[in-house]
């Protein structure tokens, strides 16, 4: 029989004799197996395997520490024997491959502790920093689900912020392929720009606003730009909103110039003028022009009014 074996039982507490305590004599077995009662699970292993390490088995087997043994002659230790099979591997080999799941290990854990071996506690804490970072979300995304809470979250900012505003679900959209590709398109470069200038740059979405498609960028708290992606088409028959542009490089440049915004406070007038859409008069001086290109917003809106319906056939 193996020295891991584990012969599960369910004990009944029914009336019987007492568990007797004695001083155990763990000297005179050497190397003999021994009986224990693990919260009802039952375990065969050495005297020699439970001495091993200097914690609270090795007391109890030592003889400095009295044990509770049944009529029968098994050791009894009142606690849960679902991981006790892991703590003798643990005390024979210096190592044992940890349960997967973080519930586990924390259990796991938590006998090694009352068992006080020192060396297991150290390797479930570790696993567990190591999953916890393992899982750890890479950036988290503020979805807008009032007005008030938008405002809140610009004003308080100590980064610029890329904002995205999705409606797909505007009444006024229409749901062309076309149309869809270029929705998807805009979102996709939306999550590849919150990765890239995580921690950077805060990232927040809308769907609640009146848009179909629009990206905002701000710097202290302030409107910089407007990239609306959006085209009103007249049909025969009714109006309808298409997302008919994909800006990526337009995005891609107001993202980069939102960066300015990043501390110091007080954004720097070279690169502001360097990364502006247009430059301001000879006639301004230094200051003028610091102040205009602070306070203007760039305003992107690709919007393009026909009169003819462009939808293919069938739809």
Request: one cysteine or more; hydrophobic letters at 30%; charged letters at 30%.
């Amino acid at each position: 029989m193996s020295g891991d074996t584990c012969l599960t039982s369910t004990l009944c507490p029914a009336a019987g004799p007492k568990p007797k305590t004695c001083s155990f004599k763990g000297g005179n077995l050497g190397n003999k197996y021994v009986r224990l009662n693990v919260g009802g699970s039952l375990y065969y292993t050495t005297v020699q395997v439970l001495t091993r390490h200097d914690t609270m088995l090795k007391a109890m087997f030592s003889g400095r520490m009295e044990v509770l043994t049944d009529k029968e002659g098994w050791i009894l230790i009142d606690r849960c024997g679902k991981h006790f099979g892991t703590i003798l591997n643990y005390l024979r080999d210096d190592t044992i491959a940890l349960p997967k799941h973080r519930q586990e290990i924390k259990e796991l854990m938590a006998e090694a502790k009352y068992y006080l071996i020192q060396g297991l506690v150290d390797m479930c804490q570790a696993a567990l920093q190591d999953k916890k970072d393992l899982y750890e979300p890479v950036c988290s995304i503020p979805i807008i689900t009032s007005p008030k809470e938008e405002e809140r979250l610009i004003e308080s900012s100590m980064k610029p912020v890329v904002k995205l505003l999705y409606n797909r679900s505007n009444n006024k959209y229409s749901y062309t392929s076309n149309s869809d590709d270029n929705l998807l398109k805009n979102i996709e470069l939306f999550d590849k720009l919150s990765l890239r200038f995580n921690g950077r740059v805060l990232f927040i979405k809308d769907v609640i606003g009146d848009e179909i498609c629009c990206w905002s960028f701000y710097g202290q708290g302030r409107k910089l730009a407007e990239v609306c992606c959006t085209s009103i088409v007249y049909a025969t028959e009714k109006k309808q909103t298409k997302v008919v542009e994909f800006p990526e490089a337009r995005i891609y440049e107001e993202t980069l110039n939102v960066l300015l915004y990043e501390t110091p406070r007080v954004p720097d007038n070279s690169l502001l003028e360097a990364t502006s859409r247009s430059r301001s008069q000879a006639s301004h001086s230094e200051d003028d022009e610091g102040l205009e290109l602070r306070d203007r917003v760039r305003r992107i809106h690709v919007k393009r009014y026909s009169t003819y319906d462009d939808r293919q056939l069938g739809h």
